[in-house]
């Protein structure tokens, strides 16, 4: 299976994620969505947004990012706001040498 048939995912964001180097459906999932996204901005797009990171982690469950549950877009939407204060910078960091999930 391809990254652009997954539930929520288009060509696109395929291609921003085999820029990151995730280039399968299992290393999306292996990764996660912080993590995915963490190494999307590094590596593809500098500005991806908190729409991509629903986008990623509805991919990885299955689901639109629209059925993402209150609690986790909550969770999301709080990792993301501390990216974008950076606070996650450390977790940047990681993600640039490999480490972390």
Known sequence: M????????GRVAE????RAGIETPEQLRAVGAKEALL???LHA???????????LEGAIRG?????LS??????LKAFYSGLESGQTAAAGRA???GEGK
Not at 70 to 75: I, N
């Open 2 to 9: 391809e990254l652009h048939q997954i539930t929520g995912l």
């Open 15 to 18: 291609e921003k994620l085999r």
């Open 39 to 41: 190494r999307v901005r």
């Open 45 to 55: 797009d500098p500005g991806a947004c908190l729409h991509l990171l629903y986008a």
């Open 63 to 67: 689901l639109p990012k629209k059925e």
């Open 70 to 75: 209150p609690d986790v877009k909550a969770d």
């Open 95 to 97: 993600a640039e040498r």
